[in-house]
T-cell receptor, first 113, second 117 residues
Framework: AQSVTQLGSHVSVSEGALVLLRCNYSSSVPPYLFWYVQYPNQGLQLLLK??????LVKGINGFEAEFKKSETSFHLTKPSAHMSDAAEYFCAVSEGGGFKTIFGAGTRLFVKA | GAVVSQHPSWVICKSGTSVKIECRSLDFQATTMFWYRQFPKQSLMLMAT?????????EQGVEKDKFLINHASLTLSTLTVTSAHPEDSSFYIC?????????????FGSGTQLSVL
C-alpha cells in the first residue's frame, strides 16, 4: 500500500529565505510523486510531478523537488520564499500506471516579511 | 490548460435535505473522476472513483447510500449528499483525468464548501 508522510504541519520562513518542505513516501512499486499547492477555499494546483524521468524535477513558481529512492523522499524546495508562496502544500503519491492518488497530511507554509 | 469546473462553490442547507455538487471537465473528456473530502486543516481523503457509464467505486468507510455519485457523461460527474447532517459539513473537491493517461493529467476543481445547519 502507498502512503505519504509530510514532516511538519507548519513551516515558517522569512521572505527571501530557503523553503524546504519534507515528504517521504512508501510504495511497493515505482511511484509517481506530486506536489500540489492549495490556497484557502480553493482546489489544488499541481506544482510539479515525478514520473520516473529525471530525479530533479522543476515546477512552477520556482519550486523544485528531488526524488531520492534510497531515502524514499521527495522534498520540495524553493531558493527564495515570496509572500505569495504562503499556502498549504500537499505531497502525493500514486503507483505507476494507476489513477488513485494518496495525499499527505499537508504542510502550511507561512512567509514572514 | 484543461479546466475542471465545480459548482456550487458554497452551499448552506438544512439538516435532512440533499445537496448536489457538480464536477465538469470543460475542455476535455474525463473517463475517470475522483471525489475527495477535506476537513479543516486536514488532507484530502479520497471518497470514491467515478467512471463514466458505470458504478462508482467507494473507498472503505464511505457510505455509498449517503454519497451518491453519478457519472452520466464524459464531462460531468455529480456527488449528491443525501439527508445531510452537520457532520457532513466539509470541503468537497473533485478531480478529473484526461483520457486514459496516468496521473500527470489529473486536474482539480475549485472545491465546494458544504455547511449543514
Amino acid at each position: 500500500a502507498q502512503s505519504v508522510t509530510q514532516l511538519g504541519s507548519h513551516v515558517s520562513v522569512s521572505e527571501g529565505a530557503l523553503v524546504l518542505l519534507r515528504c517521504n513516501y512508501s510504495s511497493s512499486v515505482p511511484p509517481y510523486l506530486f506536489w500540489y499547492v492549495q490556497y484557502p477555499n480553493q482546489g489544488l494546483q499541481l506544482l510539479l510531478k515525478y514520473t520516473s524521468a529525471a530525479t530533479l524535477v522543476k515546477g512552477i513558481n520556482g519550486f523544485e523537488a528531488e526524488f531520492k529512492k534510497s531515502e524514499t523522499s521527495f522534498h520540495l524546495t524553493k531558493p527564495s520564499a515570496h509572500m505569495s508562496d504562503a499556502a498549504e502544500y500537499f505531497c502525493a503519491v500514486s503507483e505507476g500506471g494507476g489513477f488513485k492518488t494518496i495525499f499527505g497530511a499537508g504542510t502550511r507554509l507561512f512567509v514572514k516579511a | 490548460g484543461a479546466v475542471v469546473s465545480q459548482h456550487p462553490s458554497w452551499v448552506i442547507c438544512k439538516s435532512g435535505t440533499s445537496v448536489k455538487i457538480e464536477c465538469r471537465s470543460l475542455d476535455f473528456q474525463a473517463t475517470t473522476m475522483f471525489w475527495y473530502r477535506q476537513f479543516p486543516k486536514q488532507s484530502l481523503m479520497l471518497m470514491a472513483t467515478s467512471n463514466e457509464g458505470s458504478k462508482a467505486t467507494y473507498e472503505q468507510g464511505v457510505e455509498k447510500d449517503k454519497f451518491l455519485i453519478n457519472h452520466a457523461s464524459l464531462t460531468l460527474s455529480t456527488l449528491t449528499v443525501t439527508s445531510a447532517h452537520p457532520e457532513d459539513s466539509s470541503f468537497y473537491i473533485c478531480s478529473a483525468i484526461q483520457g486514459m493517461v496516468a496521473n500527470e493529467k489529473l486536474f482539480f476543481g475549485s472545491g465546494t464548501q458544504l455547511s449543514v445547519l
